[in-house]
C-alpha cells in the first residue's frame, strides 16, 4: 500500500516537472536565418513557429531558390528547437 503512495506521489512530482519544462519551452525563443539571409523564423523551445520573415530581395530568386531557403531554416529551426528542448529536460534531471 505505501509504496503505491509512493509511486503516485512520484508520478505527481514528474507530472509537476514536466509541466515546469513545457512552460519554460514555450517561453524560450530562437531565431534561424536562412542560408542566404532571406527568409529568418523565429521559433520557440516547443517547436511553435511564432513569427516567418521574408526578405524583400526574396523576389530576386526563382522559385527553387526560395524553397530550398525556405527548407533549410526550417529543418534548422525544428533541429535547434529540439535540442533547446533537450538541454531543458536534462537541466531537470530527466532523461533525453
Given at each position: 500500500m505505501f509504496?503505491?503512495?509512493?509511486?503516485?506521489k512520484d508520478l505527481w512530482k514528474l507530472k509537476s516537472q514536466m509541466e515546469d519544462i513545457k512552460k519554460r519551452l514555450d517561453n524560450m525563443v530562437i531565431k534561424v536565418e536562412s542560408p542566404k539571409h532571406l527568409v529568418e523564423v523565429t521559433i520557440s523551445g516547443a517547436q511553435e513557429v511564432k513569427e516567418v520573415r521574408v526578405d524583400p530581395l526574396a523576389h530576386n530568386y526563382n522559385g527553387a531558390d526560395l524553397a530550398e531557403e525556405i527548407k533549410a531554416v526550417f529543418n534548422k529551426a525544428v533541429r535547434d528547437s529540439q535540442a533547446m528542448a533537450a538541454q531543458a529536460m536534462g537541466n531537470f534531471g530527466l532523461p533525453q
Open positions: 509504496d503505491k503512495l509512493g509511486q503516485l
